[in-house]
């Protein structure tokens, strides 16, 4: 995807907020913050555009009590909490569109009334009178950076609403949606949407090219994604409720479909859904929804949609519940059109291998029954101690090989250890296993001599345990066999 320049020049200001509104926190767990500042954000966003005459969002009502300038005049107001809560209620009153996603609860958290007040006074110095301002999206960039930087702060809970912008980045690049119906049914904060307008205005197409619908089983969660949409001024249609027992969007084939689902979710109420007219290609798992969400994304795909998601690398080979038979199924009607193995430490809520499935209903003529394998284990660039990113020219590299594969006349090649182009006939063979490394084979490189062999045969070990550690009973077979070769982890 393309740099963005005001990313780049409004970074140093974004960090600076950052850092302000965390020395306000106080005793508050993130999460609970997370709902103070960006509905404060939020807030002043919508003042701003209602003061601004020239703004086609004019549309939005903001009563005198609800103003920015109002909480402004209040911020030594013991009953500033209640305050706040009232212009969030008196905002939803007049603005059918906002009715139950602003946050009503600052008088019930535990902030006092002084760190309140600061907080207002820092977000009051993000300003968007300039014309510069407004046309770089200042206060649209503050939030998705905070959203960025709660994600982290919250760890394993923040991934249920936030996916890394690089990953989220490769998704657009490679299935590039320009024109149609844009899908995510388990959409956390909008991250997919915001990009993909992103790619659209870059592209050079215009905001109604596509259009956007979305469900999240979170309430809060929805909260943000609805506000993260209004900030930028996007249209959606995003509904809450959960995509398995109450899907809000059944009639819906979509052109495109983005999506980052809860890996390995077991309380899926799938014993409720073994009929369901969904699961054309085998009745997934009651304990594990990973297959289940894979047919979802097939039902509501155009008869020319393509989908883009990621998923554990466990559900590239996986044989239990029925998960095996699925597969087949789906390889064999010739859906599956790339599967990319990811870096580790990409994501902020779980350390477990992670893909991408490309899902295409209308494969290119000349790639009928073959799959593209891409391994990018080896990518990514670290951001902190814990966590990559994949860098824009590897977002690139790797979207080029594949829309390179895809065309008629592209110059794809093979490249060992990185990238192949498999017949079905070939994954037939392997009975179905779509893990690229069983495919792509490895680059020749000359042994280390200062690695010894058993250091070097722990650190192969220690991979292999690590790739298929969400099945407990796989994992003590491997270690039990070592065990006989004198190998103990």
């Not at 249209?235 to 980052?260: C, E, P, Q, V, Y």
Request: some cysteine; hydrophobic content about 35%; glycine content about 6%.
């Amino acid at each position: 995807m393309a740099n963005n320049d005001s990313t780049i020049t409004h970074l140093h200001l974004e960090e600076k907020l950052w850092s302000s509104a965390e020395k306000l926190r106080s005793n508050l767990d993130a999460s609970e913050y997370r709902t103070v500042v960006l509905g404060l954000i939020f807030l002043k966003y919508i003042s701003d555009l209602s003061a601004d005459r020239q703004n086609y969002q004019r549309i939005l009502t903001i009563p005198p009590l609800a103003r920015w300038e109002y909480l402004k005049e209040n911020t030594n107001n013991s009953d500033i909490g209640r305050i706040i809560d009232k212009a969030m209620e008196l905002i939803e009153l007049d603005n059918t569109t906002l009715k139950g996603v602003l946050p009503k609860n600052y008088s019930l958290m535990g902030i006092d009334r002084q760190r309140l007040g600061e907080l207002i006074v820092l977000i009051d110095t993000i300003e968007l009178e300039t014309e510069e301002n407004k046309n770089k999206d200042i206060l649209g960039r503050i939030f998705e950076y905070f959203l960025g930087q709660f994600a982290k702060a919250e760890g394993k809970k923040g991934g249920q609403f936030y996916t890394p912008p690089s990953v989220v980045k490769l998704l657009i690049e490679m299935i590039k949606p320009r024109k149609g119906n844009v899908y995510d049914p388990c959409c956390g904060s909008g991250g997919m949407f915001i990009l993909s307008d992103e790619f659209v205005r870059y592209s050079g197409g215009k905001a109604n090219d596509i259009s956007i619908f979305g469900q999240e089983s979170n309430r809060t969660t929805w909260s943000l994604c609805k506000m993260n949409l209004a900030i930028r001024g996007i249209d959606g249609d995003i509904r809450w409720g959960d995509s398995f027992t109450n899907d809000l969007h059944t009639g819906l084939k979509a052109d495109f479909i983005l999506a980052n689902p809860p890996f390995n979710v077991r309380d899926w109420k799938g014993n409720l859904l073994r009929q369901d007219v969904r699961w054309e290609y085998g009745i997934p798992p009651v304990r594990n929804a990973n297959y289940a969400w894979i047919q979802h994304f097939i039902h509501h795909l155009s008869p020319s949609g393509i989908a883009g998601f990621i998923l554990t690398n466990g559900s590239l080979s996986s044989t239990m519940s029925n998960e095996g038979n699925i597969r087949k199924n789906i390889v064999e009607t010739d859906l599956v059109d790339c599967i990319v193995t990811l870096p580790d430490k990409l994501f902020y809520n779980t350390s477990i291998p992670a893909c991408l499935w490309i899902i295409n209903q209308r494969k290119s003529m000349n790639r009928r029954k073959e799959v593209l394998f891409i391994d990018t284990r080896e990518f990514g660039e670290l951001v902190d101690r814990v966590h990559k990113k994949l860098t824009e020219d590897e977002i690139q590299h790797i979207s080029g090989t594949y829309n390179s594969w895809k065309a008629s006349s592209g110059d794809y090649i093979d490249v060992l250890g990185y990238c192949r182009s498999v017949k079905i006939d070939q994954i037939r063979e392997n009975k179905y296993i779509l893990t690229p490394a069983r495919y792509i084979g490895v680059p020749k490189t000359p042994d280390d001599p200062d690695e010894p062999f058993n250091e070097k045969m722990n650190h192969l070990v220690t991979e292999l345990v690590e790739q298929f550690k969400e099945s407990e009973e796989l994992v003590d077979t491997i270690k039990e066999n070592l065990g006989d070769l004198g190998f103990d982890l």
